[in-house]
Protein backbone atom coordinates (compact mmCIF):
# COMPACT_ATOMS: atom_id res chain seq x y z
CA UNK A 1 0.00 0.00 0.00
CA UNK A 2 2.68 2.67 1.39
CA UNK A 3 4.37 2.02 -2.95
CA UNK A 4 0.79 3.22 -4.12
CA UNK A 5 0.49 5.70 -2.27
CA UNK A 6 4.47 6.97 -3.43
CA UNK A 7 3.51 5.97 -7.21
CA UNK A 8 0.24 7.60 -7.07
CA UNK A 9 1.56 10.78 -4.98
CA UNK A 10 4.43 11.59 -7.97
CA UNK A 11 1.99 10.88 -10.93
CA UNK A 12 -0.23 13.83 -9.44
CA UNK A 13 2.69 15.79 -8.60
CA UNK A 14 3.73 15.30 -12.18
CA UNK A 15 0.01 16.73 -13.78
CA UNK A 16 0.06 19.79 -11.22
CA UNK A 17 3.41 20.32 -12.25
CA UNK A 18 5.12 20.40 -8.71
CA UNK A 19 6.53 17.92 -6.36
CA UNK A 20 4.54 19.65 -3.30
CA UNK A 21 1.69 17.57 -3.97
CA UNK A 22 0.68 15.08 -1.35
CA UNK A 23 -2.60 12.19 -1.51
CA UNK A 24 -3.33 10.40 1.46
CA UNK A 25 -5.30 7.18 1.06
CA UNK A 26 -6.77 5.39 3.80
CA UNK A 27 -8.53 1.88 4.26
CA UNK A 28 -10.13 -0.64 6.52
CA UNK A 29 -12.12 -3.35 6.74
CA UNK A 30 -14.77 -5.14 9.23
CA UNK A 31 -16.17 -7.97 10.27
CA UNK A 32 -18.62 -8.02 13.01
CA UNK A 33 -21.26 -10.54 14.60
CA UNK A 34 -24.24 -9.06 16.81
CA UNK A 35 -26.54 -10.97 19.28
CA UNK A 36 -29.73 -8.71 20.01
CA UNK A 37 -32.44 -10.72 21.35
CA UNK A 38 -33.21 -13.89 19.30
CA UNK A 39 -31.25 -12.94 16.32
CA UNK A 40 -27.72 -13.02 15.38
CA UNK A 41 -26.69 -10.83 12.50
CA UNK A 42 -23.17 -10.66 10.94
CA UNK A 43 -21.86 -7.83 8.79
CA UNK A 44 -18.86 -7.53 6.68
CA UNK A 45 -18.25 -3.30 5.72
CA UNK A 46 -15.34 -1.55 4.30
CA UNK A 47 -13.86 2.10 3.21
CA UNK A 48 -11.63 3.30 0.74
CA UNK A 49 -10.33 7.29 0.87
CA UNK A 50 -8.63 9.80 -0.85
CA UNK A 51 -7.51 13.19 0.89
CA UNK A 52 -5.46 15.82 -1.53
CA UNK A 53 -3.19 18.59 -0.35
CA UNK A 54 -1.30 20.94 -1.76
CA UNK A 55 1.07 23.59 -0.15
CA UNK A 56 0.59 27.08 -1.90
CA UNK A 57 3.98 27.89 -0.99
CA UNK A 58 2.99 31.26 1.01
CA UNK A 59 2.22 29.89 4.32
CA UNK A 60 -1.26 28.45 3.24
CA UNK A 61 -2.07 24.74 2.38
CA UNK A 62 -5.14 23.58 0.63
CA UNK A 63 -6.72 20.74 1.04
CA UNK A 64 -9.50 18.46 -0.19
CA UNK A 65 -11.66 15.95 1.14
CA UNK A 66 -11.78 13.66 -1.92
CA UNK A 67 -13.79 10.47 -2.97
CA UNK A 68 -14.64 8.02 -0.37
CA UNK A 69 -16.12 4.77 -0.92
CA UNK A 70 -18.12 2.68 2.21
CA UNK A 71 -19.93 -0.17 2.37
CA UNK A 72 -21.49 -0.64 6.31
CA UNK A 73 -24.47 -1.08 8.02
CA UNK A 74 -24.93 2.34 8.64
CA UNK A 75 -24.29 3.93 4.61
CA UNK A 76 -25.48 3.30 1.43
CA UNK A 77 -24.62 -0.36 0.37
CA UNK A 78 -22.31 -0.50 -2.46
CA UNK A 79 -20.49 1.86 -5.09
CA UNK A 80 -22.47 2.82 -7.62
CA UNK A 81 -25.67 2.06 -9.27
CA UNK A 82 -27.74 2.85 -12.60
CA UNK A 83 -30.65 1.47 -14.04
CA UNK A 84 -31.35 1.46 -17.40
CA UNK A 85 -35.40 0.45 -18.77
CA UNK A 86 -35.41 -0.93 -22.44
CA UNK A 87 -38.26 -1.97 -24.57
CA UNK A 88 -38.36 -4.96 -26.42
CA UNK A 89 -40.61 -4.49 -29.35
CA UNK A 90 -41.59 -8.26 -31.31
CA UNK A 91 -43.39 -7.10 -34.36
CA UNK A 92 -44.25 -9.26 -37.76
CA UNK A 93 -44.39 -7.92 -41.02
CA UNK A 94 -47.47 -8.66 -43.68
CA UNK A 95 -46.99 -7.89 -47.11
CA UNK A 96 -49.97 -6.01 -49.20
CA UNK A 97 -49.39 -6.93 -52.59
CA UNK A 98 -51.71 -4.20 -54.06
CA UNK A 99 -49.76 -1.40 -51.97
CA UNK A 100 -46.44 -3.09 -51.90
CA UNK A 101 -46.01 -1.72 -48.14
CA UNK A 102 -45.03 -3.67 -45.31
CA UNK A 103 -47.22 -3.34 -42.42
CA UNK A 104 -45.63 -4.23 -38.83
CA UNK A 105 -47.59 -5.67 -36.45
CA UNK A 106 -46.58 -5.78 -32.51
CA UNK A 107 -47.18 -8.63 -31.21
CA UNK A 108 -45.83 -8.21 -27.80
CA UNK A 109 -44.72 -5.36 -26.02
CA UNK A 110 -42.93 -5.86 -23.40
CA UNK A 111 -40.29 -3.52 -20.71
CA UNK A 112 -37.29 -5.17 -18.86
CA UNK A 113 -35.35 -3.40 -16.53
CA UNK A 114 -32.00 -4.03 -16.49
CA UNK A 115 -29.92 -3.04 -13.46
CA UNK A 116 -26.08 -2.48 -14.25
CA UNK A 117 -25.81 -3.09 -10.33
CA UNK A 118 -28.39 -4.27 -7.74
CA UNK A 119 -30.84 -2.08 -7.41
CA UNK A 120 -30.68 -1.85 -3.28
CA UNK A 121 -27.05 -0.37 -4.64
CA UNK A 122 -25.73 3.27 -3.84
CA UNK A 123 -24.32 6.12 -5.22
CA UNK A 124 -20.62 7.48 -4.06
CA UNK A 125 -20.09 8.84 -1.00
CA UNK A 126 -22.14 12.44 -1.34
CA UNK A 127 -19.51 14.31 -0.04
CA UNK A 128 -16.64 13.50 -2.48
CA UNK A 129 -14.70 17.30 -2.96
CA UNK A 130 -17.42 19.04 -1.34
CA UNK A 131 -14.86 20.69 1.09
CA UNK A 132 -12.11 22.62 0.75
CA UNK A 133 -9.97 23.74 3.69
CA UNK A 134 -7.82 26.61 3.99
CA UNK A 135 -4.67 26.14 6.37
CA UNK A 136 -2.27 28.68 8.08
CA UNK A 137 -0.37 29.52 11.01
CA UNK A 138 -3.54 31.51 12.26
CA UNK A 139 -5.82 28.85 11.76
CA UNK A 140 -8.12 26.66 9.07
CA UNK A 141 -10.83 27.79 6.92
CA UNK A 142 -13.40 25.30 5.49
CA UNK A 143 -15.93 25.76 3.23
CA UNK A 144 -18.46 23.12 1.66
CA UNK A 145 -22.21 21.77 1.17
CA UNK A 146 -21.77 18.99 3.96
CA UNK A 147 -20.42 21.09 6.69
CA UNK A 148 -21.49 19.97 10.15
CA UNK A 149 -21.55 22.09 13.13
CA UNK A 150 -22.98 19.86 15.15
CA UNK A 151 -20.90 21.04 18.37
CA UNK A 152 -22.88 21.52 21.33
CA UNK A 153 -23.45 17.72 20.52
CA UNK A 154 -21.11 17.01 23.70
CA UNK A 155 -22.14 13.72 25.52
CA UNK A 156 -20.04 11.39 26.42
CA UNK A 157 -21.94 8.35 27.11
CA UNK A 158 -21.94 6.16 23.98
CA UNK A 159 -18.98 5.00 23.42
CA UNK A 160 -20.07 1.99 20.77
CA UNK A 161 -17.07 2.22 17.80
CA UNK A 162 -19.76 -0.19 15.46
CA UNK A 163 -22.70 1.22 14.52
CA UNK A 164 -24.06 -2.38 14.45
CA UNK A 165 -24.02 -2.73 17.84
CA UNK A 166 -27.49 -0.40 18.60
CA UNK A 167 -28.55 -1.47 15.11
CA UNK A 168 -32.69 -3.04 15.96
CA UNK A 169 -33.05 -1.41 19.20
CA UNK A 170 -35.92 -0.02 20.17
CA UNK A 171 -37.05 3.62 20.06
CA UNK A 172 -35.92 6.04 22.79
CA UNK A 173 -38.79 7.62 24.36
CA UNK A 174 -36.28 11.02 25.29
CA UNK A 175 -33.75 11.74 22.67
CA UNK A 176 -31.86 14.59 21.86
CA UNK A 177 -31.85 16.78 18.76
CA UNK A 178 -29.86 19.47 17.73
CA UNK A 179 -31.96 20.19 14.37
CA UNK A 180 -30.63 21.20 11.35
CA UNK A 181 -26.69 21.20 11.93
CA UNK A 182 -25.55 20.13 8.33
CA UNK A 183 -25.46 21.96 4.75
CA UNK A 184 -23.61 24.44 2.97
CA UNK A 185 -21.67 27.07 5.28
CA UNK A 186 -18.13 27.67 6.29
CA UNK A 187 -16.21 26.60 9.47
CA UNK A 188 -13.24 28.56 11.16
CA UNK A 189 -10.99 26.60 13.71
CA UNK A 190 -8.52 28.16 15.47
CA UNK A 191 -5.55 28.32 18.76
CA UNK A 192 -4.29 30.90 21.31
CA UNK A 193 -3.03 30.42 24.42
CA UNK A 194 -3.57 26.98 25.45
CA UNK A 195 -7.48 27.60 24.61
CA UNK A 196 -8.91 26.66 20.85
CA UNK A 197 -12.30 28.04 19.26
CA UNK A 198 -13.84 26.66 16.70
CA UNK A 199 -16.70 29.16 14.55
CA UNK A 200 -19.43 27.54 11.97
CA UNK A 201 -22.35 29.06 9.96
CA UNK A 202 -24.37 27.50 7.50
CA UNK A 203 -26.01 29.94 5.08
CA UNK A 204 -28.86 26.83 4.03
CA UNK A 205 -28.63 24.34 6.67
CA UNK A 206 -29.95 21.49 4.13
CA UNK A 207 -27.25 19.11 2.93
CA UNK A 208 -27.10 17.27 -0.69
CA UNK A 209 -26.70 20.43 -3.14
CA UNK A 210 -23.81 21.52 -3.93
CA UNK A 211 -24.94 25.09 -4.82
CA UNK A 212 -28.31 26.92 -3.54
CA UNK A 213 -29.36 30.60 -4.21
CA UNK A 214 -27.67 33.13 -1.69
CA UNK A 215 -30.64 36.03 -2.49
CA UNK A 216 -34.06 33.53 -1.97
CA UNK A 217 -35.86 34.10 0.19
CA UNK A 218 -36.74 31.25 3.24
CA UNK A 219 -33.25 30.44 3.52
CA UNK A 220 -32.81 28.72 6.91
CA UNK A 221 -29.59 28.79 8.82
CA UNK A 222 -27.15 27.75 11.48
CA UNK A 223 -24.44 28.97 13.62
CA UNK A 224 -22.13 27.61 16.40
CA UNK A 225 -19.20 28.04 18.45
CA UNK A 226 -17.69 26.11 20.51
CA UNK A 227 -14.05 26.78 22.87
CA UNK A 228 -11.96 24.67 24.50
CA UNK A 229 -10.00 25.94 28.17
CA UNK A 230 -7.56 24.10 30.39
CA UNK A 231 -8.88 24.90 34.09
CA UNK A 232 -6.41 23.38 35.69
CA UNK A 233 -5.87 19.67 35.74
CA UNK A 234 -9.29 19.98 33.50
CA UNK A 235 -10.00 20.16 30.02
CA UNK A 236 -13.31 21.77 29.78
CA UNK A 237 -15.10 22.47 26.30
CA UNK A 238 -17.85 24.62 26.02
CA UNK A 239 -20.45 25.10 22.96
CA UNK A 240 -23.54 26.29 21.69
CA UNK A 241 -25.62 25.61 18.49
CA UNK A 242 -28.50 27.63 17.28
CA UNK A 243 -30.87 26.18 14.00
CA UNK A 244 -33.24 28.88 12.67
CA UNK A 245 -35.80 27.18 10.79
CA UNK A 246 -38.56 28.48 9.06
CA UNK A 247 -41.02 28.42 11.85
CA UNK A 248 -38.71 26.40 14.40
CA UNK A 249 -35.82 27.72 16.45
CA UNK A 250 -34.00 24.99 18.16
CA UNK A 251 -30.65 26.37 20.70
CA UNK A 252 -28.38 23.97 22.31
CA UNK A 253 -26.13 24.36 25.07
CA UNK A 254 -23.49 21.83 26.09
CA UNK A 255 -20.33 21.82 28.59
CA UNK A 256 -18.19 18.56 28.81
CA UNK A 257 -14.95 18.10 30.91
CA UNK A 258 -12.50 15.64 31.61
CA UNK A 259 -9.62 14.70 34.37
CA UNK A 260 -6.86 11.96 35.15
CA UNK A 261 -8.40 9.42 37.45
CA UNK A 262 -6.75 6.12 38.56
CA UNK A 263 -5.40 4.84 35.08
CA UNK A 264 -7.90 6.32 33.31
CA UNK A 265 -9.69 9.34 32.14
CA UNK A 266 -13.21 10.60 33.75
CA UNK A 267 -15.25 12.60 31.25
CA UNK A 268 -18.54 13.84 32.06
CA UNK A 269 -21.16 16.16 30.25
CA UNK A 270 -24.38 18.02 30.39
CA UNK A 271 -26.21 18.72 27.38
CA UNK A 272 -29.73 20.75 27.02
CA UNK A 273 -31.48 22.01 24.17
CA UNK A 274 -33.94 24.39 23.90
CA UNK A 275 -37.39 24.00 20.92
CA UNK A 276 -40.89 24.73 20.34
CA UNK A 277 -41.84 21.40 20.09
CA UNK A 278 -40.38 19.78 23.95
CA UNK A 279 -36.93 20.82 25.94
CA UNK A 280 -34.50 17.94 26.58
CA UNK A 281 -31.21 17.79 28.60
CA UNK A 282 -28.82 15.19 28.72
CA UNK A 283 -26.49 13.93 31.04
CA UNK A 284 -23.46 11.56 30.70
CA UNK A 285 -19.80 10.09 32.04
CA UNK A 286 -17.44 7.64 30.68
CA UNK A 287 -14.14 6.13 32.07
CA UNK A 288 -11.61 5.23 29.87
CA UNK A 289 -8.61 2.79 31.06
CA UNK A 290 -6.52 -0.17 29.73
CA UNK A 291 -6.13 -3.49 31.22
CA UNK A 292 -3.21 -5.04 30.49
CA UNK A 293 -2.79 -4.60 26.20
CA UNK A 294 -6.42 -3.83 26.09
CA UNK A 295 -8.37 -0.46 25.65
CA UNK A 296 -11.76 -0.25 27.69
CA UNK A 297 -14.41 2.41 28.03
CA UNK A 298 -17.80 2.50 29.31
CA UNK A 299 -20.44 4.82 29.54
CA UNK A 300 -23.64 6.26 30.42
CA UNK A 301 -25.95 8.99 29.85
CA UNK A 302 -29.69 9.70 31.13
CA UNK A 303 -31.87 11.97 28.84
CA UNK A 304 -34.90 13.57 30.07
CA UNK A 305 -37.60 14.96 27.18
CA UNK A 306 -40.32 16.99 28.83
CA UNK A 307 -43.75 15.28 28.97
CA UNK A 308 -41.87 12.07 28.56
CA UNK A 309 -40.16 9.11 30.20
CA UNK A 310 -36.33 9.57 30.73
CA UNK A 311 -34.27 7.02 28.95
CA UNK A 312 -30.85 5.86 30.19
CA UNK A 313 -28.54 4.21 28.06
CA UNK A 314 -25.23 2.37 28.91
CA UNK A 315 -22.37 1.30 26.56
CA UNK A 316 -19.29 -0.56 26.96
CA UNK A 317 -16.36 -1.77 24.77
CA UNK A 318 -12.84 -3.71 24.65
CA UNK A 319 -10.49 -3.72 22.13
CA UNK A 320 -7.34 -5.57 22.28
CA UNK A 321 -4.02 -5.27 19.12
CA UNK A 322 -3.81 -8.53 17.17
CA UNK A 323 -1.24 -6.94 15.18
CA UNK A 324 0.02 -4.10 13.03
CA UNK A 325 -3.68 -2.65 11.82
CA UNK A 326 -5.61 -5.28 13.54
CA UNK A 327 -7.77 -5.91 16.40
CA UNK A 328 -11.02 -8.05 17.51
CA UNK A 329 -13.16 -6.21 19.90
CA UNK A 330 -16.25 -6.88 21.80
CA UNK A 331 -19.15 -4.58 22.74
CA UNK A 332 -22.55 -3.78 24.67
CA UNK A 333 -25.65 -1.94 24.68
CA UNK A 334 -28.42 -1.71 26.84
CA UNK A 335 -31.37 0.78 26.33
CA UNK A 336 -33.95 1.68 29.56
CA UNK A 337 -36.72 3.35 28.48
CA UNK A 338 -37.86 2.30 25.05
CA UNK A 339 -41.48 2.56 23.95
CA UNK A 340 -40.95 -0.78 22.63
CA UNK A 341 -38.44 -3.34 20.75
CA UNK A 342 -35.34 -4.86 21.94
CA UNK A 343 -33.19 -3.29 24.83
CA UNK A 344 -29.60 -5.04 24.63
CA UNK A 345 -27.51 -6.11 22.27
CA UNK A 346 -23.43 -7.30 22.79
CA UNK A 347 -21.29 -7.62 19.51
CA UNK A 348 -17.74 -9.31 18.34
CA UNK A 349 -15.96 -7.98 15.67
CA UNK A 350 -12.45 -7.65 14.22
CA UNK A 351 -11.05 -4.83 12.47
CA UNK A 352 -8.22 -4.12 9.88
CA UNK A 353 -6.47 -0.93 8.95
CA UNK A 354 -4.67 -1.56 5.74
Known amino acids: MKKLIAIVSVLAAGFVGTAKADITMSAGSNLEMQSIGSSTNLSIGGSLGFKFSQDLGNGITVSMQGLKFANDVDVADNIVSDTQTRATVLATSTLNASTNQANATTTNLSQTTDSIL ?45 DLTDTGLGTATSALSLGNIK ?24 SGADLFDTSASGNSNTMAIKTAVPVGPLSATIAYTSDNTTGATNNTFG ?15 YVSSDNQSADVTQASAQYATTVGSASLAVGYSTTDKTGASNTNLMTATISQSVGTGASVFAEFVNLDGVSSGETSAVLLGSSFAF
Open 118 to 162: DTDDAAIDSDAFEQISFASANGTLTYGTDVEIDYADLGVGDVLSS
Open 183 to 206: GNGIQYATSFGGTSLTLGYLMKNS
Open 255 to 269: VSTSIAAGNGTLSVA
